[in-house]
């Protein structure tokens, strides 16, 4: 993997109206506000109340949508999901919105998540006799669903959900109603607004919400399942972990867009404050701070304004790069990062540089990142890292591989400062990321750490014999 930075999976949102009007229009442009979450497929399911209408494929949201595809896709409730593969391959196969045909109805489900016990409960529909087409675990998800007994799909919901272990948020579309509900831990986000004209909307992110104009904004709770239908919402507690929430500490570090909001905090002051937090631990003398466009800038706001050290570009991104299907030769390969940055020279050449990044997983980028910036004539780079050293990887649905791929799971703290080629490297602690976010517990720092909410031993093994044969 050419970018350093984890990468979450997916997005997931859902739109109920009273008139109809533009559902799946309003449902396109939730997706393009969560396209950060992922860029690998997309889809739009919509039901009319009695046919469910699906569309998905690979590709950006702009990519597999425009008028033509839309204009089928018309009705009073729909779901949209945007797709980062983790578990399943990248392949169309596994695009979501899954659709299912039974008993009850048809049936589409998005997911935004991973379950660590996917495989397990796989087998046992497999021997139960049921047909999959795909390997990702939403359809898992979806036909344990569809065999589940209840009067409702909240009731049938409720039913499942014990038996999923692991991180999910999910939007589920029945014939008149788009329903939500969010893992009994909390991993990843998911919140709910009304929207002005009538009708609600469900999403990975505010982000999503405020813009398709929502209001009275609020979270769909760890454990809880939320029904949205035209003007009418309902919310129905299954409760949560009973040993506590585990929300996922990178959506505030990198994975959520600034303007979102989640558990009462906004995204950008909590990135300002791990900047801070980081330039009282790690204080060192130079001329400039400078953040890696664009997760890392309201962190580096912070810390030069806890430092005194001026703020300022040193690194311009080309942000129309994105994700290509073009397989570039090793030679282009070698100039990733310059293929994605140019540095600013004229804010370079004779300082001493702080440089500040959200986070270092692999080592892939801040090698040639510290060399761009030292060719630009910095006289030091000193690297700050407004997360902790990442040591363990994360089975919740978040790509940070195995302990082998985990460059802090590998190398001391001097060893990866001599490969990243900096004059000096330090991360945020724990305890300084926790007092940014303002919160002591609740959170998962699973990666940081090494302590999951949710037993994870078998798969850790697995992730260390993976390592041994590598």
């Known amino acids: 993997m050419s970018d350093d930075h984890p990468t979450e999976e997916c997005g997931v949102i859902g739109v109920s109206s009273p008139s109809g009007e533009q559902t799946a229009q309003l449902t396109f442009f939730g997706l393009f506000a969560l396209q950060h979450r992922g860029q690998e497929a997309a889809g739009i399911a919509v039901s009319d109340g009695v046919r469910t209408r699906l569309h998905k494929d690979t590709g950006l949201v702009t990519h597999v949508f425009d008028n033509e595809s839309l204009a089928p896709l018309t009705g009073y409730h729909a779901i949209g999901h945007t797709r980062y593969s983790t578990i399943g391959a990248s392949a169309a196969s596994n695009a979501q919105p899954f659709l299912v045909e039974t008993m009850h109805g048809p049936l589409s489900l998005a997911h935004n998540g991973s379950l660590i016990n996917a495989a397990e409960l796989r087998e046992e529909l497999l021997q139960r006799g049921f047909g999959l087409t795909a390997t990702s675990d939403t359809e898992v998800m979806a036909l344990m669903l569809a065999a589940a007994s209840g009067k409702s799909w909240e009731d049938r919901l409720e039913r499942t959900m014990p038996s999923w272990k692991g991180a999910f948020s999910i939007v589920l579309l029945g014939a008149d109603s788009v329903v939500a509900a969010r893992d009994p831990w909390g991993y990843r986000p998911l919140s709910v607004g009304r929207l002005p004209e009538g009708g609600y909307v469900v999403a990975s992110e505010t982000c999503a919400l405020r813009t398709l104009g929502c209001v009275d904004l609020s979270e769909v ?44 905090r906004g995204v950008h002051a909590v990135r300002q404050r791990l900047g801070e937090r980081l330039a009282l631990e790690s204080g060192v003398d130079a001329d400039v701070v400078v953040p890696v466009p664009d997760s890392s800038v309201p962190a580096a706001i912070g810390y030069a304004r806890a430092s005194g050290i001026p703020f300022n570009d040193g690194l311009i991104k080309n942000r129309y790069i994105g994700r290509t299907f073009i397989e570039p030769s090793q030679s282009l390969r070698d100039r990733h990062v ?4 140019n540095a600013l020279a004229e804010n370079l050449e004779g300082r001493r540089v702080i440089l500040i990044d959200d986070s270092l997983i692999r080592g892939t980028t801040a090698g040639p990142l510290v060399k761009l910036i030292k060719d630009a004539g910095a006289l030091e780079v000193h690297l700050r890292i407004t997360s902790p050293q990442v040591m363990h990887p994360c089975f919740m ?3 940070m591989g195995t302990y082998d791929e985990l460059i802090s799971a590998r190398l001391e703290l001097e060893e990866l400062c001599l490969h990243v080629g900096c004059d000096t490297l330090e991360f ?12 002591e517990k609740g959170y998962c720092t699973a990666c940081f750490t090494g302590e999951y909410a949710i037993d994870t031993t ?13």
């Open 221 to 264: 709770m760890p454990g809880e399942i939320v029904t949205i239908r035209g003007d009418e919402i309902s919310r129905r507690s299954t409760g949560k972990a009973v040993n506590g929430t585990a929300l996922c500490s990178f959506e505030f570090v990198y994975f959520s867009r600034p303007d979102s909001e989640w558990d009462g």
């Open 397 to 399: 649905g978040v790509d």
């Open 458 to 470: 078998q798969l850790r093994i697995r992730s260390r014999v993976k390592e041994s044969f590598a």
């Open 428 to 439: 945020l602690s724990v305890e300084g990321m926790m007092a940014a976010i303002d919160r």
């Open 338 to 341: 310059a293929m994605k940055f």
